[in-house]
């Protein structure tokens, strides 16, 4: 880490516990949004099963790293960078969860389609946007552990593409209910699946924030540059 | 509620109480404070910080001229209260201290009755004319203190009988007697336990509404509690000055961040 050692070394193993409490819940998460992505694409059942139940692991993790700060902030009122520390693990810890709960919806929502018959390509593109969030993920969870913001920002600037991805997506499917109404069971879980991975994309782009605002003590003030026009446009496919 | 603290927290239109430019203080051989320029704002609390021997408590006592009881200590450079230089030659220190009150690290009440105590202040510097108006300047004084309650119906006690957390009150209020513009507190609340030390943050924010307050405290936290600017001396110089909130959350320089966050520097 960046700064030289507390004189209490007590301080730096609460603040490395909780920090690496958050690695490994991150790492939980990247699995889950793998396992889950695959699990719709090979309609694997028990894999989907193995991810809803897997969440549980998440949720316990989140709550233990919230006591922990809350305990660091009561026995060593951190200051400073150490604050920020502690600020930004609750809030890291809140979208690793959220993250957590969207893939447990979609390997919850494969279980639902999985007697569907398939349409075409769908789970391929879905695989490749969650790869996506994925790699935005790891490499979010290393700016934070390297206190690296420019890498944060970079991440920060990629989830442009997630929302891209995710326009396509949503036009593809609403090609496919058009086409064919008994689609429409299968695409608007499909669509559901997709927007989660969307909001996984957001969920990774806050922890970007955080890991700015951690390095610096200020968030970054430009608005980033948004390209899901769905919620404006959609009526006008045709 | 957030808002109004901000606010609070955020002005920086106050007028400029006192004005060091370049001060050097040297105990013999010793440069204790180095080229140090500050501005202490009128109606703010400013708290001095630093690891031990830093210089904080130096320049405190700079700023009223306490160091001129130290023979071997001098000063050099412009301390300007309210435009006047207080190391002018045509300047009382006598009564520059009573312009600008000073509070000790242990209470140090005078073996006299409370109202005596109170009343030394106001007597020597003929602050009022009969019984009545020192009478009321006593009331007032330790009204203000936030004492009044505690000790009204035993002013013929000694002040040597209260608990600590009295004492150091009865010395704030011996201090406002004089009615000071500027009251300087080395580390008033460091023989107080933690109720006692909580009236005396509470009255530090009050007299802050009168008065331009410079306290010099160990306690980081105090320091976050209680100041709107923060100064964080080190090895006699002036490493950063801001306010108090940036201090604390996001410090410009290492060597603060150190201090404060607690790390081998």
Same mark, same amino acid.
């Given at each position: !880490?960046?700064?030289?050692?507390?004189?209490?070394?007590?301080?730096?193993?609460?603040?490395?516990?909780?920090?690496?409490?958050?690695?490994?819940?991150?790492?939980?998460?990247?699995?889950?949004?793998?396992?889950?992505?695959?699990?719709?694409?090979?309609?694997?059942?028990?894999?989907?099963? &193995?991810?809803? $139940?897997?969440?549980?692991?998440?949720?316990?993790?989140?709550? *233990?790293?919230?006591?922990?700060?809350?305990?660091?902030?009561?026995?060593?009122?951190?200051?400073? *960078?150490?604050?920020?520390?502690?600020?930004?693990?609750?809030?890291?810890?809140?979208?690793?969860?959220?993250?957590?709960?969207? &893939?447990?919806?979609?390997?919850?929502?494969?279980?639902?389609?999985?007697?569907?018959?398939?349409?075409?390509?769908?789970?391929?593109?879905?695989?490749? !946007?969650?790869?996506?969030?994925?790699?935005?993920?790891?490499?979010?969870?290393?700016?934070?552990?390297?206190?690296?913001?420019?890498? $944060?920002?970079?991440?920060?600037?990629?989830?442009?593409?997630?929302?891209?991805?995710?326009?396509?997506?949503?036009?593809?499917?609403?090609?496919?209910?058009?086409?064919?109404?008994?689609?429409?069971?299968?695409? !608007?879980?499909?669509?559901?699946?997709?927007?989660?991975?969307?909001?996984?994309?957001?969920?990774?782009?806050?922890?970007?924030?955080?890991?700015?605002?951690?390095?610096?003590?200020?968030?970054?003030?430009?608005?980033?540059?948004?390209?899901?026009?769905?919620?404006?446009?959609?009526?006008?496919?045709? | 509620?957030?808002?109004?603290?901000?606010?609070?927290?955020?002005?920086?239109?106050?007028?400029? #109480?006192?004005?060091?430019?370049?001060?050097?203080?040297?105990?013999?051989?010793?440069?204790?404070? #180095?080229?140090?320029?500050?501005?202490?704002?009128?109606?703010?609390?400013?708290?001095?910080?630093?690891?031990?021997?830093?210089?904080?408590?130096?320049?405190?006592? =700079?700023?009223?001229?306490?160091?001129?009881?130290?023979?071997? =200590?001098?000063?050099?450079?412009?301390?300007?209260?309210?435009?006047?230089?207080?190391?002018?030659?045509?300047?009382?220190?006598?009564?520059?201290?009573?312009?600008?009150?000073?509070?000790?690290?242990?209470?140090?009440?005078?073996?006299?009755?409370?109202?005596?105590?109170?009343?030394?202040?106001?007597?020597?510097?003929?602050?009022?004319?009969?019984?009545?108006?020192?009478?009321?300047?006593?009331?007032?004084?330790?009204?203000?203190?936030?004492?009044?309650?505690?000790?009204?119906?035993?002013?013929?006690?000694?002040?040597?009988?209260?608990?600590?957390?009295?004492?150091?009150?009865? =010395?704030?209020?011996?201090?406002?007697?004089?009615?000071?513009? @500027?009251?300087?507190?080395?580390?008033? =609340?460091?023989?107080?336990?933690?109720?006692?030390?909580?009236? @005396?943050?509470?009255?530090?924010?009050?007299?802050?509404?009168?008065?331009?307050?410079?306290?010099?405290?160990?306690?980081?936290?105090?320091?976050?509690?209680?100041?709107?600017?923060?100064?964080?001396?080190?090895?006699?110089?002036? @490493?950063?000055?801001?306010?108090?909130?940036?201090?604390?959350?996001?410090?410009?320089?290492?060597?603060?961040?150190?201090?404060?966050?607690?790390?081998?520097?």
């Amino acid at each position: !880490m960046a700064h030289s050692e507390h004189i209490v070394s007590g301080f730096d193993r609460d603040l490395e516990g909780i920090q690496a409490q958050i690695m490994r819940m991150g790492g939980l998460v990247e699995e889950a949004i793998a396992k889950a992505t695959e699990a719709l694409e090979t309609r694997d059942l028990e894999l989907a099963r &193995a991810v809803r $139940a897997g969440d549980k692991a998440i949720d316990a993790l989140d709550e *233990s790293v919230n006591d922990e700060a809350a305990r660091i902030i009561a026995q060593r009122q951190p200051i400073a *960078s150490d604050l920020r520390t502690v600020l930004t693990v609750f809030r890291v810890s809140t979208n690793l969860e959220r993250i957590g709960d969207y &893939a447990k919806n979609i390997a919850k929502r494969t279980e639902t389609i999985i007697d569907q018959p398939p349409v075409n390509g769908t789970g391929a593109s879905l695989r490749r !946007m969650a790869r996506q969030v994925e790699l935005m993920l790891k490499d979010v969870l290393d700016a934070y552990i390297q206190r690296d913001a420019a890498l $944060a920002a970079d991440v920060r600037a990629r989830d442009i593409d997630v929302d891209q991805m995710y326009s396509a997506l949503f036009r593809e499917y609403l090609t496919f209910m058009m086409e064919d109404p008994r689609n429409i069971t299968t695409c !608007m879980h499909l669509h559901f699946m997709a927007k989660n991975i969307e909001r996984m994309g957001d969920h990774v782009t806050s922890i970007a924030e955080q890991v700015i605002y951690l390095v610096t003590g200020d968030m970054p003030e430009d608005d980033r540059p948004k390209q899901d026009r769905t919620a404006h446009d959609a009526g006008n496919l045709t | 509620m957030n808002d109004m603290r901000m606010t609070e927290r955020g002005v920086n239109t106050k007028d400029i #109480k006192i004005e060091a430019r370049k001060v050097q203080v040297f105990y013999g051989a010793n440069h204790a404070i #180095k080229d140090v320029d500050v501005d202490i704002e009128d109606k703010t609390v400013t708290a001095f910080i630093g690891p031990s021997g830093c210089g904080k408590s130096t320049f405190l006592r =700079c700023l009223n001229r306490m160091n001129d009881t130290i023979d071997i =200590c001098r000063v050099e450079g412009d301390i300007i209260l309210d435009g006047e230089d207080i190391y002018d030659k045509r300047v009382d220190p006598v009564q520059l201290r009573a312009k600008v009150g000073m509070v000790f690290q242990k209470p140090n009440p005078f073996p006299k009755s409370i109202y005596d105590n109170v009343a030394y202040g106001p007597k020597i510097h003929g602050l009022s004319r009969n019984k009545a108006e020192l009478d009321e300047i006593v009331e007032s004084s330790l009204r203000r203190a936030a004492l009044w309650n505690e000790v009204k119906d035993r002013l013929d006690a000694p002040g040597t009988g209260l608990s600590g957390g009295q004492q150091q009150r009865l =010395c704030i209020a011996r201090a406002v007697a004089t009615s000071p513009e @500027v009251l300087l507190m080395d580390e008033p =609340c460091s023989a107080l336990d933690p109720i006692a030390t909580a009236q @005396v943050e509470e009255l530090i924010d009050e007299l802050r509404q009168s008065y331009s307050v410079v306290i010099v405290t160990h306690s980081m936290q105090q320091a976050a509690r209680v100041s709107q600017k923060t100064a964080f001396f080190h090895l006699g110089n002036l @490493v950063e000055f801001g306010e108090t909130s940036k201090i604390f959350t996001n410090p410009e320089d290492p060597r603060t961040e150190s201090y404060i966050t607690g790390r081998i520097g």
